[in-house]
């Protein structure tokens, strides 16, 4: 099965530009996660997605970051304005979703590496 | 709220040396463990995972990791490991129920030399 596309693969922007960054699930995955990947550290969730619902979004900058996932199937993630500290990889997952509680695994994008300067 | 812990950031063997990578999390309740591996220029992908049963988990490529449940500890281990295995490696908790949220550790990178 083709596995979680993303585009662009890089970018470098000046602050205070606009960036924004697409992902293609798996086929059938109910669920999409956006996360950022700061240099030396782990991922972390910036917005969960089940189906175009967003269900966690509390570690999503609201000021400058905005995300969507029109009609369940493909998201695009928006920095506006960026920062300088917003330089990280930004990855995107998606995993199959088989009702609360019940446990599933994530499989992921390549990743955008953006570079604010 | 839960956490992950990764001692180790950096490791560097020798091949034919063992391996152990260390993750404890924080969290009072049932989990789900995960350690997956990025190698270089590769994207990020699932190496093994506990949900339930036996403790003892075994992945892709040799690696195994042992749930002990009174320490919060998941480690990872290789008997033997190559060259091929040099990767970063990230344990990931997220706890049952609701929308599952994940949570990573900071990662370890692991050098093996040749």
């Known amino acids: 099965e083709a596995g979680v596309a993303q585009s662009p693969r890089y970018k470098i922007i000046e602050k205070r530009q606009s960036v924004a960054f697409w992902c293609n699930p798996i086929s059938g995955h109910a669920t999409l996660y956006w996360y950022q990947q700061i240099l030396g550290q782990g991922p972390k969730l910036l917005i969960q997605?089940?189906?175009?619902?967003?269900?966690?979004d509390s570690q999503l900058p609201k000021d400058r970051f905005s995300a969507e996932r029109l009609k369940g199937v493909d998201s695009t993630l928006k920095i506006q304005p960026a920062k300088l500290e917003d330089s990280a990889v930004y990855l995107c997952?998606?995993?199959?979703?088989?009702?609360?509680?019940?446990?599933?695994?994530?499989?992921f994008g390549p990743g955008t590496r953006l570079t604010v300067t | 709220a839960q956490s992950v812990s990764q001692h180790n950031h950096h490791v560097i063997l020798s091949e034919a040396a063992s391996l152990e990578l260390g993750c404890n999390y924080s969290?009072?309740?049932?989990?789900?463990l995960f350690w997956y591996v990025q190698y270089p220029g590769q994207h990020l992908q699932l190496l093994l995972k506990y949900f339930s049963g036996d403790p003892l988990v075994k992945g892709i490529k040799g690696f195994e990791a042992e749930f002990i449940k009174s320490k919060f500890s998941f480690n990872l281990r290789k008997p033997s490991v190559q060259w091929s295995d040099t990767a970063e490696y990230f344990c990931?908790?997220?706890?049952?129920?609701?929308?599952?949220?994940?949570?990573f550790g900071i990662g370890t990178k692991l050098q093996v030399i040749p």
């Open positions: 990931a908790v997220n706890a049952p129920g609701g929308y599952q949220k994940v949570t």
């Open positions: 997952a998606s995993s199959t979703y088989r009702g609360q509680g019940n446990s599933y695994e994530q499989y």
């Open positions: 997605f089940q189906n175009n619902g967003v269900v966690d």
């Open positions: 969290y009072g309740g049932t989990v789900n």
